[in-house]
């Protein structure tokens, strides 16, 4: 599949999807989901890339889905079209995979940054979820991954007044993990995604896998799952390297095995 709407570099282990329709500030259209997509689908079956980084540009990561596209749409084309589903790409991606914010993150383009593993935003960054002004509502997750993010307060707040929240309020409310200069948004991304594709591969992805399952289970059954998980990294090859390399006071060699 060719791509119009995104772009994608690969440098090392790294893998960067850039949304590009910057003169409608990267509305998700459903042609750029599909790209989207795509390109991850692809991107899972590459053994060479071990994280990926999706970005925008400087003035919007993505302004949410496209008003236009939508705007004429009736309940039984977005019913059978299933509209948007294909965002789920993003959330069934099992590789690590970094958001790095710069400008607007709002209503789908917030909620795709929040189906990322962590958001490392620049300081320029504003997220919110708007649908409210458009008479609708947050529709990919917004209702409830903001809230996992920021709690119940201020999620409420965002949602239901539509304001934005700028980058240092984004970093007290535990949205995004980081905020650095704008000018330095993607090397620091890049910098944190060659650290993890410098990883063993599948501890990475059990690790995701891991941490995501507490959104589902209790403490005990996390907990559990946690034990066995981390039992079964001892059938590893990189397991029996990363601490051999610690005794012997070397870089581990991981082999993704
Ligand atoms: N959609 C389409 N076009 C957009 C857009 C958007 N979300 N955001 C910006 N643009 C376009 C503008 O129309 C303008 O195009 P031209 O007029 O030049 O042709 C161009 O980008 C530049 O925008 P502005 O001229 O407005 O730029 P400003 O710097 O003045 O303002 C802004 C920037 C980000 C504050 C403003 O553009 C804005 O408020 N944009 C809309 C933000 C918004 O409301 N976002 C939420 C969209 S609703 C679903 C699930 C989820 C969703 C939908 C369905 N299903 C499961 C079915 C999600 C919904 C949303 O995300």
């Known amino acids: 599949m060719g791509y119009d709407m995104i772009e994608i570099t690969k440098e090392g282990a790294v893998a960067t999807i850039k949304l590009d329709r910057p003169k409608a500030l990267n ?10 997509a795509d ?8 053994d060479k890339i071990g994280c990926v980084i999706l970005c925008g540009s400087e003035k919007a990561f993505a302004a949410g889905a496209d008003i ?5 749409l009736e309940y039984l084309n977005i019913y059978k079209s299933d509209i948007f589903s294909n965002h789920e790409a993003i959330v069934r ?13 709002l209503g789908g383009g917030c909620e795709i940054a929040m189906m990322c593993d962590f958001i490392i935003a620049a300081d320029n960054a504003k997220f919110g979820q708007p649908e409210i002004n458009l008479g609708v509502m947050p529709g990919i997750g917004g209702t409830q991954r903001l809230i996992r993010a920021v ?33 330095k948004l993607m090397e620091e991304a890049h910098a944190a995604a060659l650290k993890i594709a410098g990883q063993s591969q599948p501890i990475s ?5 891991t941490i995501n399952a507490s959104f589902e289970l209790t403490l005990s ?16 090859e990189d397991q029996k390297e990363g601490m051999a390399a610690f005794t012997e006071k070397r870089k581990p060699h991981f082999k993704n095995k």
């Open 221 to 236: 059954q996390g907990v559990r799952l946690e034990r066995q998980v981390f039992q079964s990294m001892f059938t590893t």
């Open 27 to 36: 509305a998700l259209c459903s042609q750029m989901m599909a790209e989207m």
């Open 151 to 183: 709690g119940k307060s201020k999620a409420m707040d965002m949602c239901l007044t539509g304001r934005m929240m700028n980058a240092m309020e984004a970093l007290s409310s535990n949205l995004v993990s980081r905020v650095v200069p704008l000018d």
């Open 93 to 105: 991606f099992r590789k690590p995979i970094i958001a790095a914010v710069s400008g607007y993150a």
């Open 39 to 46: 390109a991850l689908s692809t991107i899972s079956i590459d």
């Open 205 to 209: 992805m059990m690790t995701k896998e």
């Open 68 to 72: 236009k596209e939508m705007a004429d």
